[in-house]
Every structure is written in C-alpha cells, then in structure tokens.
C-alpha cells in the first residue's frame, strides 16, 4: 500500500490515535487517517493475482482524529463486506455513523436487506464545516456533531446525532451548555402529549429514568428553551429526523461525552449541506441533500458554494472541473470529492477505499434466540419475495423493544418468524404491534410442548409447531 502524506506531521499524528473503534481485540495497527494523509494501491498491490486475498484492516478511528491548526478535512473513506444477517443500521452503529450517512453512500443497497459478500462503503471521511474549532459545532444538515476540546489544533471528536423532524426542527444559533444530568427524568411537555392523545397514547407528566425514556441515561442542557443534547432509548433513529427538536447520540456516544464536555461549553447548531476544504493541492466539496425546512434555499445555497470555489481555486491557481461539482451535487452522498481538473471520480475514489475485515459481531447488533417447542410464536402470512421477508424480519429485530424474528423457506413461500415469546400475553401483545406498524395479520402460535396445547388438543384444535 502506497502512503501518499501531504505534510510530514500526518505521520507523526497518526502514532498517537487512539479511542478507535475496535473491530477486534488485537490492538490498531498504523493506520493513516490524517492531514494529507491517503492510502492507494501500490504497484505491487495492483498487479497481483485476482486470486490472491487482499490484505483487510482490523479496525479504524472513526469518532477521534487530531488537527493541525489550518486542517479542514479529517478521516477515511473504507469499506466492508457486508453478511445477510447485517443491515446498514447495524454496520452505520458498528463504525460511528448514522443512518443517513450510510444510506447516502451506498444509495443501490437496500438498507433491510443485504446479501453475503455485498461491498459497503463506509463514509468515514468529513469536511469540516466552517466556523471556528472550537467548543461544540453541530451541522443539522449532515446531522453530525463536532466536539473540539482544545483549540487552535489538538483533538477532534465527531459523532452521528439524530435531530428535529419537520415541524419540531432544531433550531439554529449559538448557545452553550447550561448543565449536564446522569439518569435524567423527563417531564414531558404539553405539546407531547397532546400529540400522542391524538394518537391514543396516554403519556404520564413525568417518565422516570430506565428504559422507557426516551432521552436515555445522560442529557445535556441548552440554552434554548426545551432543546437538550441525549442520549436515547430508540438508538436506530440516529442519523434521522425523528426527535421533537432534541439532539440525539447512540448511548454509547452520549456516555463516552458525558465525561468530557464541561458545562460553560460553547454550542453552535449550523445548517451546511455543502461543504469545502483544501486538503494539500486538492480542493474537496462534501455534498448533503436538502432538509425539508430550507429546501428553498437550495439554489442560493449551490450558487454560493460555486463562489467560494472560484475564490479558492483562484487563490492556488487551480482549474475547478465543474462537470464534477454538478456531479457531485447530483449525487449528494455525503463523501469528500475533488474537483479539480483531472481528479478522481466517485468510482475511482470508492474502488480505493480502505479494506476492513468484517468484526465476528457488530455492536450491539440485534440477536435472536433459538425457537423451541416450548415458545409462543407469531407467524407470517406467505410471501413470494426472499428480499421482503428478509427486510421484515430486520425491520422486527430492529423496533425498540425489539421483536425477535427470523425468516425462512416454507412449501409455500417465506415466512417471517417472531419469538420466542414467554406467554400468550406477550405473543399477542406483539402481533398488535406488527399490525399496528406494518399493517399486517399474523398468526399467534402456541407451543407445541405444553399444558395449553395438550388442552387444546383435547378440544380437537390442532397445535402447531412455531417453525
């Protein structure tokens, strides 16, 4: 693997990474993901044999980097070959990204269903976006926060944040944190409630800390009013817009930050979907599409990034290939793309993504426990399509509190399995919810070994095997 820096600090920065996210438990080994720092085949990798295995990496740093005072661009772009029982949500939690991040940059992969072998991109690459490094920057438009402890230079800490959906949005400006709660209570606000009445849900004034609360186990104030920074109960909703105006990290983000943000810490809540940076001689663009709530503002939004091209490239005497920026922001998959004259496409740059090995297990990736002819189940009506069952039977594993599922072959089609479950109350209790969410009949099914179906079968009623 050919090393290509672009200043001779990179290397010595790269020998100080730590907090990676492991992939395994052998310890990260040199890995460049810094200033002016990027990985190309080499001319010995590129003429081996097809059959020969290319070397895949362990692990790679995707929430802590280290600046140099003028740095702009951080990270880098990888790649993983995914397992049929993944699913985007899990690799995104797995290597620090959010839902949004992964999707945009595999936008050909159905997020619910992969297959075995299937290559995904992992966005790990990041334009910062253009206010000071300093204090807490958080971009809605990438949904992606930015912590930098220390300035000018030093550390930076980046992590996936879910935000308001349209018409509970997140508000814009600059606030700081007022405090900070470990086991929060949430008194829940009029608005919510009125909310969920609507919608048959009776929610009580105030939901005690444990699993049922949806800020999670930490939260940090802000100054605007009712707006925190949380962790939550619901973490696959993290790189989207689903909270009412509230920033939202994976509790393990949220936890890791707990102990580091001290109260007094700027906050800046910005709204950037393109973003530039020079990188060495290269100027990069990182393009996201549009949030509903400034949609209108797009085409200002695209003419002022072809401005701030012209200046840059001006300033270096670089030619901009504006075929590529329409390109790119066709694309607007969240990726760091050149666009100088001559520079990489988008194929070329994912065809040089770094290779990591698959991890035995994802992070706190959904699993389910064997059926056994003592379970109550829930069955599946037929379906003629592999992909659907497989993409329901993810979609189950994946509700909060999960719905245990599996798909499989059947004489008649693909059913999706759910359980085990240990009572008829709790088996029922989940086909409303599936009813409820997917709009589908399922069938509750006892156990084959038990006193309930021996009595059943005295009263001629035929018990079934949950598989």
Known sequence: MLVVCANSNALKGALKIRDSVKLTLTPLGLVLLLSGCQLFP?????ILPPSVEPIKQESIDSHTFYLSPDQNVVGTLASVTARETDTLSDIARNYG???NDI??????????????EQTILLPLRFVLPDTPHQGMVLNLANMRMFYYPHTPGGTLLTFPVGIGRQGWNTPLGSTQIMSKKANPDWTVPASIKREHLMQGDVLPNVIHSGPDNPLGNYAFSLGFKSILIHGTNKPYGI???VSHGCIQLYP????FLFNKVEVGTPVKIVYQPYMVAWEGDMLYVEAHPSLEKWAKQQNSLQKDLRNKLKKLAAEKHAIVDWKQVDSILQRSDGIPSPVLVNSPDAADISAKALLLQHPDKLLNQPQVMELTDQDWSIVTNPM???AEAQKLAAMLNHQEPQIPARFMDSADGYK???GPFKDSQEAKLNAKRIKHLFELDVTVRAPRNSAYCINQMLKSVACKMST
């Open 97 to 99: 990204l959010g839902y």
């Open 252 to 255: 393990e983000d949220i936890e």
């Open 416 to 418: 999706v399995i759910a």
């Open 42 to 46: 080499s001319a010995q990798q590129s």
């Open 239 to 241: 790189g989207m817009q």
């Open 384 to 386: 003629q399509n592999r």
């Open 103 to 116: 999707t945009l940059a595999n936008q050909n992969s159905e997020p619910w269903a992969l297959t075995n």
